[in-house]
């Protein structure tokens, strides 16, 4: 069965260090977003990504953020200079057309020291 | 700003009861609503899905309902096992403006089955 991949699944990082969080859709997947958990707190939106463009993004999602889709396969989300307040787990989704289901990653769990 | 609330938070039952979990949501322009089911450190994985137009959806031992007009969403789990320990949370997506699917999501009902 199809399923969203997501690498790696643990990342450490200094303060003031950036980081890129890799994801890989389900192949025939239109919509892709990124969501991130604090520990202890509900699932938030940060992007939405659709037709090689952003179309949806949360407060949450400044200029230290940034989305990309290099090839045809991956789904890429940057962090330019990560804050202590970034550590949290980062969940990849996709889906396909229409209003139907999101399915989502395993995951990364970002922890910055 | 639209809220979703999930209740109880937490809940401990014995293996084989029948339990409701509760999903309050303030906007009534939702498109659909998602229930997702969340292990201890991992992923979420999809457990139903119910469109704005219909008013339950069951898979197995698993019903949701939707009533858009009091906002309420419940899952209904039959027969619970200790496999279905879990962190259960509910998400929806809103009709229109420039949402392309964004869910906006609960706090979740932290689900205990003890043997």
């Known amino acids: 069965e199809p399923e969203v991949t997501q690498t790696p699944s643990h990342q450490v990082t200094q303060m003031g260090q950036e980081v890129i969080l890799r994801c890989v859709p389900i192949?025939?997947?239109?919509?892709f977003y990124w969501y991130r958990q604090i520990l202890g707190q509900k699932v938030e939106f940060l992007v939405s990504f659709y037709n090689n463009e952003i179309s949806e993004k949360s407060e949450i999602f400044d200029d230290q953020f940034s989305v990309e889709r290099p090839d045809g396969s991956n789904f890429t989300l940057k962090i330019r200079s990560t804050k202590l307040e970034d550590s949290a787990m980062y969940f990849c989704a996709s889906k396909g057309q229409g209003w139907n289901e999101q399915f989502f990653g395993p995951g990364t769990r970002l922890t910055v020291l | 700003k639209q809220e979703v609330t999930q209740i109880p938070a937490a809940l401990s039952v014995p293996e084989g009861e029948n339990l409701v979990l509760n999903c309050s949501f303030t906007?009534?322009?939702?498109?659909?609503l998602q229930w997702f089911r969340q292990d201890p450190g991992k992923g979420l994985t999809s457990l139903l899905l119910?469109?704005?137009?219909?008013r339950e959806q069951t898979s197995g031992r698993l019903n949701a309902s939707l009533d858009k007009s009091s906002g309420r969403s419940t899952l209904y789990i039959a027969a619970s096992q200790p496999g279905d320990s879990a962190t259960y949370l509910c998400?929806?997506?809103?009709?229109?403006?420039?949402?392309?699917?964004?869910?906006?999501f609960g706090q979740g009902t932290i689900l205990t089955v003890h043997p």
């Open positions: 998400a929806y997506v809103r009709i229109g403006g420039t949402s392309y699917g964004k869910l906006t």
């Open positions: 192949s025939n997947h239109l919509y």
């Open positions: 906007d009534s322009a939702i498109y659909n």
């Open positions: 119910i469109q704005s137009s219909q």
